[in-house]
């Protein structure tokens, strides 16, 4: 899995597919995930009466992942000029989306259209 990151220059421009938002590097849209993440959960955290425990078990940990995995630096580039530093940040944030959405679709169905319809946005 590493050998990927040490192929992509953490100073390029990258463009986010999902919102096709072109970023000046890496670390400026890893700030961008950091920042909308934090808004999500804050959102989420509003009607927490409504969610369970492992779902706030789900939602902290995707929260601290952001924060402290993919924008450790908080605006420098650590470890070189490569993505390698960000290997175990990117699959860990990458790992836990899925898991919410595996989670969302288990334990949620009520809400399932329109979380599908909000995740697409």
């Known amino acids: 899995m590493g050998n990927i990151y040490l192929k992509v220059s953490s100073h390029q421009e990258v463009k986010y ?7 000046s590097s890496w670390c400026t849209l890893f700030d ?26 789900l939602l902290t940990y995707i929260e601290n992942c952001a924060e402290n995995d993919l924008n450790f630096s ?21 790992k836990s989306c899925e898991k919410i959405v595996d989670y969302v679709d288990e334990n949620y169905k009520s809400y399932r259209k329109e979380f599908r319809e909000n995740s697409v946005k």
């Not at 804050?42 to 009607?47: G, P, T």
């Open 17 to 23: 597919s999902k919102f096709s938002i072109p970023f």
């Open 32 to 57: 961008f995930i950091d920042l909308e993440t934090k808004k999500v959960v804050k959102d989420l955290l509003a009607v927490k009466e409504s969610l369970d425990s492992e779902m706030m078990m």
């Open 74 to 94: 908080e605006g420098i580039i650590l470890g070189g000029s490569t993505l390698e530093f960000y290997t175990r940040g990117i699959h860990d944030y990458r």
